[in-house]
């Protein structure tokens, strides 16, 4: 069974930047394409950035030139590096793979002065 740990939310001044962490258990971890979605408050999940098993990326509008997804199979683990970021970042960012559709617990990201 696959389990998806995220860490490394928190409160940041607009602007500044934060590194989200997702480790994964069990086998096969670099062949499964992986995802980070976020839910704004009072708002629907929506994906935010895809990365393949290849390497290949895809963002959401709203975040690209800001966030990037990177992983590291060595590690089982997937990262999402956001800068500039804006107060409508602000969400429980979660960690997905996308052929098991397993998701982590969240973790929440506040962007307020």
């Known amino acids: 069974q696959v389990q998806l740990v995220e860490s490394g939310g928190g409160l940041v001044q607009p602007g500044g930047s934060l590194r989200l962490s997702c480790a994964a258990s069990g086998s096969g971890f670099s062949i499964y394409t992986m995802a980070w979605y976020r839910q704004p408050p009072g708002k629907e999940r929506e994906v935010v950035a895809i990365?393949?098993?290849?390497?290949?990326?895809t963002y959401a509008n709203s975040v690209k030139g800001r966030f990037t997804i990177s992983r590291d199979n060595a590690k089982n683990t997937v990262y999402l590096q956001m800068n500039s970021l804006k107060s409508e970042d602000t969400a429980v960012y979660y960690c997905?793979?996308?052929?098991?559709?397993?998701w982590g617990q969240g973790t929440q990201v506040t962007v307020s002065s």
């Open positions: 990365i393949a098993g290849g390497g290949s990326t």
């Open positions: 997905n793979n996308v052929q098991l559709r397993y």
